[in-house]
């Protein structure tokens, strides 16, 4: 597979739209935000406390909040991708190539090699885009500096909680360096029960992408105790030290919450 081959992606002016309203309760508490992220439970803690909580309580579905976005112009929308902005020089930590350095977005969901499971939750993996590498912990890191590899990275966040012998390490390296660094680690709380909890990513959107930092929206179908919702968990991703990690620059890079489907969602899973 070429390095450099950007397939569905389009050079454009960043846009970011709304998500469904925010879930209350620990999610609306910004160290619960923090602890979800950070403790190597980046979804799978935080994700599914706020499940368990919204299924366990089964409220009805909310409206998503309506937000105005930017469009492109018609002819940068329509610009595929040209070696302009397509780097053949890696900085990736595992010298993954094919590096977009300029705004950004996907026309279409990206190739999968295949799904890879941490514990119950499946995520994708290319040799194009990542995961590239493997630490002598046992967690996987090292995406392409490319939209595709952003969401990869994103959608790798979602599983990588899911092994208690490697989350620790993982959550580590996954926290970039920035001005809530150290409070999101302080803030680190006891992970909680998942017994019963599945989850399942059924699409993605990219918000934002300039080769520095991107915002990608995850859809994901989660279930307990026989009930189902779904939810949108935002990530802000940045540019570090030749791979995508949790941007601690923003007090809450992580984002969570519940959505009456997902429309407007590339559809994207196992």
């Known amino acids: 597979m070429k390095q450099n081959d950007q397939q569905g992606v389009n050079v454009m002016t960043?846009?970011?739209?709304?998500?469904?309203?925010?879930?209350?309760g620990p999610f609306g508490r910004p160290g619960f935000i923090a602890a979800a992220l950070v403790v190597a439970l980046i979804a799978v803690l935080g994700i599914v406390v706020g499940v368990t909580n919204v299924l366990r309580d089964d409220p009805a579905p909310e409206s998503a909040?309506?937000?105005s976005t930017t469009s492109a112009p018609a002819s940068s929308a329509a610009q595929i991708?040209?070696?302009?902005?397509?780097?053949?020089v890696s900085t990736s930590v595992c010298g993954l190539t094919g590096e977009v350095t300029e705004q950004a977005r996907l026309a279409k969901a990206p190739d999968v090699d295949y799904w890879d499971y941490q514990g119950t939750v499946a995520y994708p993996v290319s040799e194009q885009y990542g995961p590239g590498a493997t630490a002598d912990s046992g967690y996987r890191y090292c995406f392409q500096r490319s939209?595709?590899?952003?969401?990869?990275a994103a959608a790798h966040a979602l599983a990588a909680a899911?092994?208690?012998?490697?989350?620790?390490?993982?959550?580590?390296?996954?926290?970039s360096q920035g001005e809530f660094h150290d409070q999101l680690m302080a803030e680190v709380d006891t992970p909680s029960?998942?017994?019963?909890?599945?989850?399942e990513i059924t699409g993605f959107r990219l918000l934002a992408y300039d080769g520095r930092s991107a915002r990608v929206d995850l859809s994901a179908?989660?279930?307990?105790?026989?009930?189902?919702?779904?939810?949108?968990i935002i990530y802000s991703l940045i540019w570090e030290d030749g791979d995508w990690k949790?941007?601690?620059?923003?007090?809450?890079?992580?984002?969570?919450?519940?959505?009456?489907d997902a429309s407007g969602y590339i559809a994207w899973g196992a």
């Open 81 to 88: 991708s040209t070696p302009s902005n397509v780097d053949s």
């Open 65 to 67: 909040s309506t937000a």
């Open 221 to 232: 179908s989660g279930s307990a105790q026989g009930s189902i919702i779904t939810a949108s």
């Open 14 to 24: 960043n846009e970011s739209s709304g998500t469904g309203n925010n879930e209350r």
């Open 147 to 152: 939209p595709e590899g952003a969401v990869f």
């Open 162 to 175: 899911s092994d208690p012998e490697t989350s620790a390490a993982w959550a580590y390296y996954a926290l």
């Open 193 to 199: 029960d998942s017994t019963g909890v599945r989850l």
């Open 246 to 260: 949790i941007d601690a620059s923003v007090s809450a890079p992580f984002d969570f919450a519940t959505i009456p």
